[in-house]
């Protein structure tokens, strides 16, 4: 199953920032799936001025949305911008997204 469509980053191919996505407020789930290559880390980060400053996703604690390995995470925002980050991989091919999470 793919992405939906307006809540996805795309594909990471090479480590690079990927995004923004215009987040409304609320609840939601961070998705990334793939091949991680060898040593990466792909997190999900938030953005409250337009992308100049990025701050990593609280998901509880000192707890972040980062994942070395396929996965998902819940995480609550107020609206901002949501960017994918991907770092220390080689050969990536992964897929990123949010979706809203309604109860």
Known sequence: ???????SFGRF???TTL?????????GVFTAYGNFGS?????????YDDGVTLIDVDRSGDTFVT???NGQGGFELGA???YA???GATS????AGVEYAFR
Do not use: H, Y
């Open 19 to 27: 995004g923004p996505i215009e987040w409304k407020g609320g609840r």
């Open 13 to 15: 191919s090479s480590n």
């Open 80 to 82: 901002c911008k949501l």
């Open 67 to 69: 994942f070395t390995a």
């Open 92 to 95: 990536p091919s992964i897929d």
């Open 85 to 87: 980050v991907l770092s």
């Open 1 to 7: 199953m793919a992405l939906a469509p307006g809540l």
């Open 39 to 47: 040593g990466g880390t792909c997190k999900l980060q938030a953005s």
